[in-house]
């Protein structure tokens, strides 16, 4: 049966129609005569006005009645998605997803397609009234291609996606890890997983049947858990409470089978040969009940080992008869459900071929005319192209061009430039050389005065004088060599004092003379402190960079940019 899809009424455009009808027929999903009211009512509708959107509604209402074969429904489903053509997302995610669980055994790899679109469309729509049912769709697809891991993210992405009243969906997807994290090995996990699934559960007053079956249903889990833990005590106690709901309800379904070869698991492990016995009886009593094949199969290979292992010879060889009947069966079943997909597919794409061909042959000379225009329309845009080309072409090599003769002139420039700071720092250099010998000839004048007592004082001070302006001069054009580029200056030392905040401004200042690769002696002279201080402040500034011995500071500081 489809995924129980329960909506809300606040989508926008005409999808909220189909969200109400759906809403509706989620209701009373079980009951028959209320589905062909609803399909009366929509189709009265559609004779009534023969609006496109009352035809889809009769047509989506019939989805939810039981058909008498699986083709018809999956041709029903397929003329639903070609009337809707796409103009209401609700009713193509909604025929995607029904086409999905219509082939998911028969053809895994077309289920998984019609999955992913579907989720494509839901996952852009505002309302995403299918998207938790796809996404479980998804999960349980990963889960039987044994891919538990991703089956995992899938049912964590449904979880997200449930409204916190649907309970009954969250207790599945709990059950859903339960059964994963089993298959993973974490039986553990997977058995506190159920239990939350079942405390969801029971923690809702009113329980419908469909929750309370699928409590039972869950316990059943519980002791499958509990009988890989080898904690054969409990795996009876919850096997045995879901067998005796199935009795109870009449229920003869996928889970009530596998629940007695479960069981008969744990009374032969515990040797209780009665309850055995019991079960084997009962089990034969349910087998006309039992409608699928693949769950008749079941049935008999859990009698084949039972009588095999009581060495039963007579039953064994009945049995063993009856499942070869029943594995030929399964495999008409199956090549005739796969015809009757191919045929389907077939017929669905043979179908839009012939409307096709019939509009072709009632519109040639307009399509012939269309295709003219076309043609004309297309070498038009080709010619186009081509001059765009050609255009594009000789536009990048003017502005290579351009770039070349830009990047020319400032390579010209950069090595003007260059040359012009490396002239600075030689005229720096010598002022420098020629401040030390203004000094020496300065101090050597001094030292006349005090060793000679005539000497004119006169003609010594003038001297002294002159040699003073000189060094004055000297400073000031050192000055300006210094600051000539105060402006690539300041920028460099407001580089490296956001980068080095705990540098002093004397340090930041001495910063600009070691760029400039200037000698100790040399920066010296320029701050009028000693070499040693020079020296002591060079190695404060590598402290506060955090530059070992090794690393050249000249350098360091010229790879700031």
Request: charged fraction near 30%; aromatic fraction near 12%; glycine fraction near 2%.
């Amino acid at each position: 049966m489809l995924f129980f899809i329960l909506t809300s009424c606040h989508a926008e455009k005409d999808n909220s129609y189909f969200y109400d009808i759906n809403k509706e027929l989620s209701e009373v999903s079980d009951n028959q005569e209320v589905i062909s009211n609803i399909y009366k009512r929509e189709l009265e509708k559609y004779k009534h006005t023969h609006e496109l959107k009352y035809l889809l509604s009769s047509k989506f209402v019939l989805t939810f009645k039981e058909p008498d074969e699986k083709s018809k429904k999956v041709s029903l489903i397929y003329e639903l998605l070609r009337i809707n053509d796409d103009d209401y997302e609700f009713i193509t995610a909604f025929c995607k997803l029904s086409l999905a669980l219509e082939f998911e055994n028969t053809s895994p790899k077309l289920s998984l397609q019609f999955l992913n679109e579907a989720i494509k469309i839901e996952e852009v729509n505002d309302e995403k009234v299918l998207l938790p049912h796809l996404y479980h769709a998804k999960g349980r697809w990963y889960y039987q291609h044994e891919n538990y891991s991703l089956a995992k993210i899938y049912f964590y992405k449904a979880l997200k996606t449930f409204k916190k009243d649907e309970k009954l969906y969250l207790a599945s997807m709990y059950n859903n890890f339960s059964l994963c994290d089993n298959k993973l090995g974490n039986i553990d996990l997977a058995i506190n997983q159920t239990w939350y699934g079942i405390r969801i559960l029971e923690s809702k007053k009113d329980l419908t049947a469909e929750e309370i079956f699928f409590i039972y249903m869950m316990k059943g889990n519980l002791g499958v858990f509990y009988l890989y833990k080898k904690d054969y005590k409990n795996a009876e106690k919850y096997m045995s409470e879901e067998l005796e709901f199935y009795k109870y309800k009449k229920k003869f379904e996928d889970n009530s089978v596998k629940n007695i070869g479960q069981l008969l698991k744990v009374y032969t492990i515990t040797h209780q040969k009665d309850k055995e016995e019991d079960l084997v009886n009962y089990l034969i009593s349910i087998e006309p009940e039992v409608k699928m094949t693949y769950m008749k199969i079941y049935v008999y290979e859990v009698l084949q080992k039972y009588y095999s292992d009581k060495n039963d010879l007579q039953k064994l060889k009945f049995v063993s008869r009856k499942l070869v009947e029943l594995n030929n069966e399964s495999n008409k079943e199956t090549m005739k459900d796969l015809d009757n997909v191919s045929d389907i597919l077939n017929g669905y794409i043979i179908k839009n071929i012939n409307q096709e061909y019939d509009y072709k042959i009632e519109n040639q000379e307009r399509k012939n005319i269309l295709l003219i225009v076309l043609v004309i329309i297309i070498i038009g845009i080709f010619i186009k192209a081509i001059l765009d080309i050609r255009r594009k072409n000789k536009e990048e090599r003017e502005l290579l061009e351009g770039l070349k003769n830009e990047l020319e002139t400032n390579n010209v420039t950069l090595e003007k430039n260059i040359q012009e700071k490396q002239d600075k720092i030689k005229n720096l250099r010598l002022n420098l050389n020629l401040k030390i010998e203004n000094e020496k000839a300065f101090l050597e004048n001094l030292k006349k005065i005090r060793r000679s007592k005539n000497l004119d004082a006169g003609e010594t001070v003038r001297n002294l004088f002159f040699q003073m302006n000189n060094l004055v001069q000297m400073d000031e054009k050192n000055h300006e060599l210094m600051y000539e580029s105060s402006l690539e200056n300041r920028e460099f030392i407001k580089i490296i004092s956001d980068k080095f905040p705990q540098l002093s401004e004397q340090e930041l200042k001495l910063c600009v003379y070691f760029r400039l690769n200037l000698s100790s002696k040399e920066v010296s002279l320029l701050e009028n402190i000693t070499p040693g201080s020079v020296r002591v402040y060079k190695t404060k500034i590598k402290a506060k960079m955090q530059l070992t011995k090794e690393q050249d500071l000249y350098t360091f500081l010229n790879s700031i940019k």
